[in-house]
């Protein structure tokens, strides 16, 4: 029988690998030939050398690599700039809510500010102000609720600001208390604004074959 397969045994062996026959009949076969003994001990000594070489030089090619790198991640730039716009639409809202309490609470409480009109009727016009000073705080802590409130809140300013000019033109309201409702106004946009932004990072990213959002 030809001694090829042995030998492809005895290097699968000293490389780990699974022999392709039984280990007894390869050392009975080893111990019967000379030749394929011979062989066995040129390629331990061939296998030794090679694992016990050193291991060529290679240049560190660290700082070529780190100097090749961008100075920052593609976007960080625009995520920063949004999350910053994103923390002052808040602080305004938070602002624009706290001055919208600050307007509605003496009518609520003391029906102070309300002209002439019935303390019961001052009371819920208190009460209505306040509530959107609330709408206003809740969508600065929570911005995804500013598209849930923008329906309610600007309908209300839509048919309030026409309402409030033509009262302005007949003298039936004073001008600080019209001048007011520029908080309202200011406090809408805002929220559309975070609404407009929510939407817009919200949008699906084209993946070929599918549509994820963003």
Do not use: K
């Not at 030809?2 to 039984?22: K, T």
């Not at 700082?63 to 920052?72: C, K, S, Y």
């Not at 019961?120 to 911005?143: D, I, K, Q, S, Y």
């Not at 048919?159 to 039936?172: E, K, S, V």
């Amino acid at each position: 029988m030809s001694c090829l397969p042995y030998r492809e045994a005895v290097s699968a062996r000293l490389d780990g690998e699974p022999l392709g026959m039984p280990v007894r009949e390869l050392d009975e076969h080893l111990a019967g030939c000379p030749s394929c003994r011979a062989w066995t001990g040129a390629a331990e000594q061939v296998t030794r050398r090679a694992r016990l070489a050193a291991a060529p030089a290679v240049p560190d090619l660290t700082a070529a690599v780190l100097g090749a790198l961008p100075r920052e991640l593609p976007g960080a730039r625009q995520a920063a700039q949004a999350r910053l716009t994103e923390t002052a639409l808040r602080l305004l809202l938070v602002v624009v809510g706290a001055a919208q309490a600050a307007l509605a609470w003496p009518v609520l409480v003391s029906g102070a500010g309300a002209m002439s009109a019935p303390v019961h009727m001052a009371h819920e016009t208190g009460a209505w102000n306040l509530g959107v000073a609330a709408a206003f705080l809740a969508v600065a802590l929570g911005p995804r609720l500013a598209a849930g409130a923008l329906p309610f809140l600007g309908s209300f300013t839509a048919f309030l600001l026409p309402i409030t000019l033509a009262d302005l033109g007949a003298g039936q309201v004073h001008a600080d208390r019209a001048v007011a409702h520029l908080l309202l106004l200011a406090g809408v946009l805002l929220v559309a604004v975070v609404a407009w932004r929510g939407r817009r990072g919200r949008q699906p990213v084209a993946v070929p074959g599918r549509r994820v959002p963003a």
